[in-house]
């Protein structure tokens, strides 16, 4: 099992329209979240999400992507 899970998601109103992402960061001990506004279209906003739960890894971690 990873050592971390990560879950990801982007939605908008219409392609393109504004639009938002989210992740989650879990792991046994903790969870964190993250979620932003876009005006770009729903792939760049699917994109951001896994960015944003990648960028929060610290090191080498091994990490379970899920969209």
Same mark, same amino acid.
């Given at each position: 099992m !990873? $050592?971390?899970e990560i879950f990801t998601d982007g939605a908008? =109103? #219409? *392609? !393109? /329209?504004p639009g938002g992402w989210g992740a989650i960061?879990? =792991? /046994? +001990?903790s969870r964190r979240s993250w979620a932003g506004p876009s005006r770009h279209h729903q792939h760049r906003m699917e994109l951001m999400a +896994?960015? +944003? #739960?990648? $960028? &929060?890894? *610290? #090191?080498? &971690? #091994? +990490?379970a992507l899920y969209r």
């Open positions: !990873p $050592e971390f908008c =109103s #219409g *392609n !393109p /329209r960061l879990r =792991s /046994r +001990a +896994a960015i +944003a #739960g990648l $960028e &929060a890894l *610290n #090191g080498r &971690a #091994g +990490a």
